[in-house]
């Protein structure tokens, strides 16, 4: 039974590192779109490109409609972590995660009550006053009608996401690398061997315990030790 002989090897790991893909989003009721068909969509909806609507020129220059895409179809208020995520934090809790690593932006881990995550693309729920530097929940975003400013001083407020064009922070890559170098078992969610998250971090990971679970099947998930092509959320809870 496959879910025996999963448990069997967290159980005897100490150091487990998740890394959670982007698909995941669709379990926690965020809308499957295409990426082709949202390209067209956006572009017919807003005349710019999703990367250019999510840009820093676009933040700085019309910032009007940088705020409009990004409230309308970035942020997702009834957006809730799926049992996966509540999973991943009983694990960290009972001390077999040690780190969980995403590049989804939407702090779903986070929600869901995990610690040690390294959010590589930053998340929703941090925004900061760029000239202050004071904070602002996602909410105080959600309910501005124009551009979200400062309380304090009016500049406007930045949402704490690495936007299109600009790089990672190398500080995160590192500790997500070094993490991943020292695990001794990596769980992949929702995501294979070729995403960019995968592709950026596997390579730091030299042991026998790379293990996939995810709904599609790829042609890489021969590269895994283990794959279970199924929902997370249909078998996290049974590992806890
Ligand atoms: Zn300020």
Same mark, same amino acid.
């Given at each position: 039974?496959? @879910?025996?002989?999963? #448990? %069997?090897? @967290? %159980? =005897? /790991?100490?150091?487990?590192?998740?890394?959670?893909?982007? $698909?995941? !989003?669709? %379990?926690?009721?965020?809308?499957?779109?295409?990426?082709?068909? *949202?390209?067209?969509?956006?572009?017919? #909806?807003?005349?710019?490109?999703?990367?250019?609507?999510?840009? &820093?020129?676009?933040?700085?220059?019309?910032?009007?409609?940088?705020?409009?895409?990004?409230? =309308?179809?970035?942020?997702? +208020?009834?957006?809730?972590?799926?049992?996966?995520?509540?999973?991943? *934090? +009983?694990?960290?809790?009972?001390?077999?995660?040690?780190?969980?690593?995403?590049?989804?932006?939407?702090?779903?881990?986070?929600?869901?009550?995990?610690?040690?995550?390294?959010?590589?693309?930053?998340?929703?729920?941090?925004?900061?006053?760029?000239?202050?530097?004071? +904070?602002? $929940?996602?909410?105080?975003?959600?309910? /501005?009608?124009?551009?979200?400013?400062?309380?304090?001083?009016?500049?406007?407020?930045?949402?704490?996401?690495?936007?299109?064009?600009?790089? !990672?922070?190398?500080? &995160?890559?590192?500790?997500?690398?070094?993490?991943?170098?020292?695990?001794?078992?990596?769980?992949?969610?929702?995501?294979?061997?070729? /995403?960019?998250?995968?592709?950026?971090?596997?390579?730091?990971?030299?042991?026998?315990? &790379?293990?996939?679970?995810?709904?599609? %099947?790829?042609?890489?998930?021969?590269?895994?030790?283990?794959?279970?092509?199924?929902?997370?959320?249909?078998?996290?809870?049974?590992?806890?």
């Amino acid at each position: 039974m496959q @879910i025996d002989r999963l #448990k %069997e090897m @967290i %159980e =005897e /790991s100490e150091n487990v590192v998740a890394l959670t893909g982007s $698909p995941l !989003l669709e %379990e926690c009721g965020y809308p499957y779109v295409r990426y082709a068909d *949202a390209i067209y969509d956006i572009e017919s #909806k807003y005349g710019y490109s999703p990367d250019e609507l999510f840009s &820093l020129s676009m933040y700085k220059y019309r910032p009007e409609l940088f705020f409009r895409y990004y409230r =309308e179809e970035v942020l997702h +208020e009834k957006l809730a972590p799926s049992a996966t995520f509540y999973a991943l *934090a +009983e694990m960290e809790r009972r001390g077999k995660v040690k780190m969980i690593v995403t590049r989804s932006i939407h702090g779903l881990c986070t929600i869901a009550g995990c610690r040690n995550v390294i959010e590589l693309r930053g998340s929703v729920l941090r925004n900061t006053c760029p000239h202050c530097g004071r +904070e602002y $929940p996602m909410e105080y975003i959600l309910k /501005s009608t124009k551009v979200p400013v400062c309380q304090d001083c009016f500049t406007t407020v930045r949402p704490g996401i690495v936007l299109a064009g600009e790089m !990672l922070d190398n500080r &995160l890559v590192t500790q997500a690398a070094d993490a991943i170098s020292q695990a001794d078992m990596v769980l992949v969610l929702g995501t294979n061997l070729k /995403s960019d998250l995968t592709e950026q971090l596997i390579k730091y990971y030299r042991r026998k315990k &790379l293990v996939l679970i995810k709904k599609e %099947e790829h042609y890489m998930d021969r590269y895994a030790d283990y794959c279970i092509n199924d929902y997370p959320k249909n078998i996290l809870p049974l590992l806890v």
